[in-house]
C-alpha cells in the first residue's frame, strides 16, 4: 500500500489531497512539523534532509510534491486529474503545474521563513518585503488567467492541486488582496472542495 | 517551426541545450538580460511578468523551464531522454527532475540577487548568507545520489537538462565544494558536452 510521510501545514497536504480526490487507499505516517521528527535519523534515512512529503510504495520511496503527484497519477490512478499529451489544454496544464515551484513557492518560503520558522531576533524584514512584494507579482498572471475559469485547466486537474495548493497558502499569508477576485474565488472553490477540508485540517 | 525566446546566463540556456541535444531546429528570439527587452512591452505579450525562457510553437505560447522541456520531450521528440513510466528509473527521473526547482533554484535565485543584480546599497547579507547555507544543503543530497553514476538516471536525461544546469549555476556561484566529489565531476561531465557549451556560450 501506499504509504505517505505527513507533516500538518506543508507541501504533504499537496498528496493527501490528491489521494483523497482519487478515493485512493493510503497509510498516513503523520509526525509533527518540528525537528524531532523531520530532523530523526529514522526520517532523514528516507529524505537526507528531513523534508516532506516522502512517499513509499513497495521499494519506491520518492520525494518532491510535484514528482509524486506525477507518480501517483501516472502509476497508480490518472481519475481523469492528468490530461493526455494530446488534449489541448495539455501544455498549459503543464505550465501551471511548473509555475507552482518554480515562481509561487519560493516566495512562500521566504515568507514563512520570516514571519513564523525564525526566531523573532534573527528575522530580517528587508527579505521579507522583497519576498512579499515578488509574490505580489507571481499572482497576478494566475489571477489574470483565472478569469471565466472555475480551475487552471478549466476542470479540476493535478494542476490546482500543486498551484491551488499554493494559492491557498498564498491566501493565509495575507498575498491574495481583494482586487484579485478570479483569484479569490479560485481559492474559496478550491478550499470549499471536501477532499481538500480532509487533507488541510488534518494534523 | 519551435521559436524560443532567450537571453544569456538564464534558464533558457536549458532550452537551446535540450534542443541542441534532440537535433530539433529551432527560431531563436536572441534577447538582453535586461528590463529594456524582457520588461518590453513585446516581451510581455508573452510572459506578464517577462520572464525567460518562453517557448512558442504555432498557436500554443508556453513558460516555465519545466513545463517546456516536458513539452519538447512529449509533443516534438524524446530522443532517449525521458525514461517511460514503467521504466525502474522513472521515479527518479521525476523527483530530480521536480529537486531543481524545488530545492535548488530557490537559494541560487536569492545569491544572483544579492550578488549580481540588486545594487549595492540594496544587497542584504543576511538573505545571502542564508541562501549559501541553504544551497550548500541542497547539493549534498545530489552528491551522494551520484556515486557511481555518471548521469541522475545513469544515462543523461531530461532531469539532467533541469537540475544539471542548476547544478552548473550553483558551481558558478562558488557552492560546489571539493569534498563534493561526485558532484564536481558530474558538473565537468554535464559542461563538457559539446551541446551544453553551444547554450551557454550563446549570447
Redesign the interface.
Known amino acids: 500500500m501506499l504509504k505517505l510521510h505527513f507533516a500538518p501545514n506543508s507541501r504533504a497536504g499537496r498528496i493527501v489531497w490528491l489521494l483523497e480526490e482519487l478515493g485512493l487507499p493510503y497509510e498516513l505516517n503523520k509526525m509533527d512539523f518540528h525537528p524531532k521528527d523531520l530532523k530523526s535519523a529514522e526520517h532523514r534515512a528516507r529524505h ?2 528531513g523534508r516532506i512529503p516522502v512517499l513509499e510504495d513497495d521499494d ?1 520511496t ?6 509524486i503527484v ?2 501517483i497519477l ?2 497508480h490512478k490518472n481519475g481523469g486529474l492528468k490530461p493526455t ?1 494530446e488534449d489541448p489544454m495539455w ?2 496544464y ?2 501551471w ?3 507552482c ?3 509561487v ?2 516566495p512562500i ?2 515568507i514563512v ?1 520570516q514571519t513564523i520558522l525564525l526566531p523573532e531576533d534573527r528575522r ?1 524584514p ?2 521579507l518585503g ?1 519576498a512579499q512584494r515578488l509574490l505580489t ?2 499572482l ?2 494566475i489571477n ?1 488567467w483565472l478569469e471565466g475559469k472555475d480551475y487552471l485547466i478549466e476542470r479540476f486537474s493535478g494542476a490546482d492541486i500543486m498551484l491551488g495548493h499554493a494559492c491557498f497558502m498564498a491566501n493565509r499569508l495575507g498575498s491574495v488582496t481583494d482586487e484579485m477576485t478570479h483569484l479569490a474565488a479560485y481559492v474559496e472553490r478550491v478550499t470549499g472542495r471536501p477532499h481538500f477540508q480532509t487533507a488541510i485540517t488534518m494534523a
Not at 62 to 67: L, P, T
Open positions: 537526507p534532509l519506491v520518492i520525494w518532491e510534491s510535484g514528482a506525477e507518480y501516472e502509476r499529451v501544455p498549459m503543464q505550465q503545474f511548473h509555475y515551484e518554480g515562481m513557492m519560493p518560503n521566504t521563513v530580517d528587508v527579505a522583497q507579482k507571481a497576478a498572471p489574470d
